[in-house]
């Protein structure tokens, strides 16, 4: 079961789960609970803070939204790696060696004068780590401009702003490819993943086993 609590303040958000967990607990009590949390530094608030309020917080994991779905994707799609080629930390190293390859074009003149002085490349490994997490967040949620970038279109996407941001997309997506990395991410299963559920649920499979 996936329950989906909207507030603008953590601690009410905490209080939900924790009430959630004391008064409906799993079945199995050697069950996993799951929490979606936007940041590690979140998850760690909200495992003190339920053990504060259940007066333990164990067998409690609290995974990334992206994590989260890719694991659904690996349990109901054949065929794909434990890890996506595209998760934030591997495309943050493939950033890195591609950026120089794109600063002298003019879409990319911000991000060249902001590595204009980095000696050490330590601004370019943060540049490109920065630039994963946006993609990373894309993936999840502008789906739809991923695709269109791919597709060579701007779709909705406010390219204007960030003229490069397709671009080092494109070149992200070529360079994957070379290298023999799996080219699926998260933009470009999402309709399989969600035909395929559909025609489980014709078949009367269901997805009990993949929970």
Known sequence: ????????YA???????ATQMREQPLKDPLAEEVVLVQSPGM???LKLSLAEELGISANIRFPLPSSFIWDLFTRVLPDLP?????NK?????????????????AEF?????YLSDDQGQRKRYQLAMKIADIFDQYLVYRPKWILAWERNESGDAPVDLQPWQPILWRALVDYNQSVGGHPAHRANLYEQFCQRLAFREGKGEGTSGDQ
């Open 82 to 86: 434990k890890e996506s080629a595209f």
């Open 1 to 8: 079961m996936i329950y989906v609590h909207h507030s603008n």
């Open 109 to 113: 003149s911000p991000l060249n004068a």
């Open 89 to 105: 930390e591997a495309m943050g190293w493939k950033l890195m060696h591609l950026l120089p390859q794109f600063l002298q074009q």
């Open 11 to 17: 601690e009410i958000h905490k209080a939900l789960i």
């Open 43 to 45: 998850a760690q608030w």
